[in-house]
Structures are given as C-alpha cells and as structure tokens.
C-alpha cells in the first residue's frame, strides 16, 4: 500500500515530467505513467525530423524510465479530440484574423479532461503534470494556482483555464524548484541524456515554427484564395499588396515584403476585406482591452474594480499594472500605461502578486 495514494503523471519523455514522476514515487506515491499521443507529422505536414512530445523517441523514453523505477506506463490516443478541436480552432482563429492559443485550449479542454477521465478509470486520486506552477487550497476551499519559483519557466499563464473541479486533484511536483535544479535532479537520477534534452518553446504540432506552412497545408487552395490583399495605413490609403491576411500577425514588422522607408508594425487584421493595416509603433498601443470566456480561479467573482492587478498579454510579457472590472461576462482591462501589440485571440492573463487571479481571451 503506497503512503500517499495513486497518482496519474502526464509523461511527455522530457526532462521535466521525467523528473516529476520519479519525485513522486520517491515521496511514497504509487505512480502510473501516462504519455498522451497528440498528433502525428502526418498532420502537420512538417518535413523536419520527428522530434518532441509526441515523438517515438519520446515515447519509448517515458516507457523506460517508469519500467527502470518500477511503475506501469500506458500510451494513450487522444489525435481525433486533440485534431477536432486544438488543431481545427488554431487553423479557424488564422482565418478570422486572429492569434490562437492552443496550449491555453489544450490545456482547458483537452490534456486536463483526458487525464482525469484515465485516472478514475486506473482509480488514481490525483493526477500531476511538470509545469513550473504552484497550487494551494485557501480557507475559502478555492485552488490557486500561483507562479512556479524559476521566473523564466514560470508557466501558470497557460493555466488559466482549468476549473476548479480539475484542480482540486491536480498537483504540480515542480512548482518551488528552478529548472537548473530540475536537470541537476536527473544527472542525480543517472539520467545523463534526460538532463541534457533540449527544449521545444514550438507549438507541437508546428514542430518547425511555420504556421504559415502548417495553414497551406490544412486548408486547400488558401494561397489562392487569400492572395493579393492591400495593405493600407491607419488613414484607409492603400500603401502595397501581401500575400494574405492569414499569414500576418498584430505587431508584426518583418517579412512585410515592402519597404515603407521607416518601421512599420501590423496594427489591424480585416479578414472580410482580406486587409492588413499598418501603423507606426506609437499606433500599436493600447490602453484598453477586453476580455471574454474569462475564467477566474483566485476568486469566485470580481464585484469591483480590483486595482494593481499585473496584466499580461503573452506569454513572455512581463505584465503591466492594470485595474479590471468585471462587465457582465467579459472583463474590460485598464492598464496603468499604454501596452503594445494587443492581439485578439491571444490570453490576457490576470495577477494578483505571484497569484494567478484568472484570464481569459482578447477580443
């Protein structure tokens, strides 16, 4: 009988869940591995070597280390439900002129649902992934999530959609540790090439960061069909052509393909006219925002309007002191001072100090 109960861990064959698997089974849990197959390069349409979470290389390294410390490892399937909804919703959000967040989504709807639909079938209590986040339980019987000790790795940001319901039997084993102590862990363990794997910052099923080719290839024709746009200034004057509003992004300056003889950014996208607007730096900021399918997760609800709350706006923003309100179902966004690059689709994640308050998507 384990001290601690069954756990189900997520198991990508990374130096991070690795690590996170084996410190739960040396803290007294029983430990059942879990490598959660999300796509394949077939779907990707990806001419680089197979590499990553989903990889077959990945998956046998998951399945050695559980069977060298003794606890079972199972592969599960999940390419249809991750396809049908992460995938689909990525390549829609493109087309509607908007920046996705898949691992927001996956996350919310699909890793989370999976997992604990497994681990009640293996009677697992609890189950454990290795993002560098933390979780407690306050008084008020609601799960916090806060952010993990390592500021660089620090991940709570793609967790703002996990309900409370999922939390309560979530742990995050790495949470209060750095990931160069992470590594030092796994040269401990023995596990040379674990501690030396390289990190994927790609979305997965872009293995080689081309979205752009990644969209050619899922939807037939759209070359074609998105071809010949304007680009035109924030005055509605037609400054040039591109080839598609699909493949351009809010903030974006590079790989414009004309010269305007000073920097010009993306400021708007209009899929309806296949228009992309540009506009000088200054005429990227904002210094409103709002917010819909907004989860909150410090607290039930935001009554009032919380003041010196840390808003960011991408994953590696290093956030802005804002002030929320909460507008019926959606959470307008005043920040303290003007923020660039505001792009719809993308998670305004909220904090309260080291706190994750909550977040939802730009509109």
Known sequence: MSKHGKILVAMSGGVDSSVASVMLHEQGYEVIGLTMKTWDYATSGSNSKETGCCSLDSINDARTLAVNYGF????????????????????????????????????????????????????????????????????????????????????????????????????????????????????????????????????????????????????????????????????????????????????????????????????????????????RADELERREAMVKNVNLIKYENINEPLNNVITKIRYKDAGTLSTIVQEKDQMRVVFDHAVSAIAPGQSAVFYEGSDLLGGGFLI
């Open 72 to 279: 079972p490892h199972y592969i599960l399937d999940i390419r249809d439900e991750f396809g049908d909804f992460v995938i689909d919703n990525f390549v829609d959000e493109y087309l509607a002129g908007r920046t996705p967040n898949p691992c927001v989504l996956c996350n919310t709807y699909i890793k989370w649902e999976a997992l604990l639909k497994r681990a009640d079938k293996l009677d697992c209590e609890f189950i454990a992934t290795g993002h560098y986040a933390n979780i407690r339980k306050q008084d008020s019987g609601r799960y916090v999530i806060s952010k993990g000790k390592d500021e660089n790795k620090d991940q709570s940001y793609v967790l703002w959609g996990v309900s409370q319901e999922n939390l309560a039997r979530t742990k995050f084993p790495l949470g209060s540790f750095t990931k160069a102590e992470i590594r030092q862990m796994a040269l401990d363990m023995g596990q040379e090439e674990l501690a030396k794997k390289s990190e994927s910052y790609e979305i997965c099923f872009v293995p080689d960061n081309d979205y752009r080719a990644f969209l050619k290839h899922k939807v037939e024709d759209l070359e074609d069909r998105v071809a010949g746009g304007n680009f035109v200034n924030t005055q509605g004057m037609v400054i040039g052509q591109h080839k598609g509003y699909p493949f351009y992004t809010i903030g974006q300056r590079k790989g414009l393909g004309v010269a305007f003889g000073e920097p010009m950014f993306v400021t708007q996208i209009l899929p309806e006219s296949n228009t992309v607007v540009l506009g």
